[in-house]
């Protein structure tokens, strides 16, 4: 059996990106995970409105990164987006990213909720909102 691959998509470094030293300023590699967190959860709704129509949406709760390597100006790197589902409110999801070349420059591990728009409090049970709303869970979650 192999290991199933999580989400992942490219982006390339932009020079405004860059902080004072040449590098990726940090702020950016929270953006980059914000983006292939928008890009994974609109692959796995498949087209579905379910939660928009609910007035649902995940909400970012907190984040971390760990820096391991240093990402320069017109590098391209992957991005990976995995999440993992437990019993509570909050689920976690892990980002790694990766030069082309395979060098892990971050981790970022982002808790995350769904949230009724309307109540302003997180949902119960955000994975099998997820599963009712239509959305492929392998797609979300190497788990899966």
């Known amino acids: 059996m192999t290991e199933r691959e999580p989400f992942r998509m490219q982006i390339k470094v932009r020079l405004y990106e860059l902080d004072p030293l040449g590098h990726l300023n940090h702020a950016v590699y929270h953006s980059y995970a ?7 959860m609109e692959q796995a ?21 760990n820096y391991r390597r240093e ?24 980002h790694h990213i990766r030069k082309l070349d395979g060098t892990l420059s971050a981790e970022l591990t982002c808790t995350v909720g769904l949230m009724d728009l309307e109540r302003r409090k997180l949902v119960e049970d955000p994975r099998g909102r997820f599963e009712r709303a239509g959305y492929d869970m392998a797609v979300l979650s190497t788990a899966e």
Do not use: N
């Open 34 to 40: 914000e983006v292939a967190r928008i890009e994974c």
């Open 71 to 94: 990402i320069r100006m017109g590098e391209t790197v992957e991005v990976t987006c995995d999440a993992k589902f437990g019993t509570g409110k909050s689920f976690q999801i892990e």
């Open 45 to 65: 709704s498949r087209g579905s409105t379910v939660l928009h129509d609910e007035r649902v949406s995940p909400v970012l709760l907190a984040s971390s990164i």
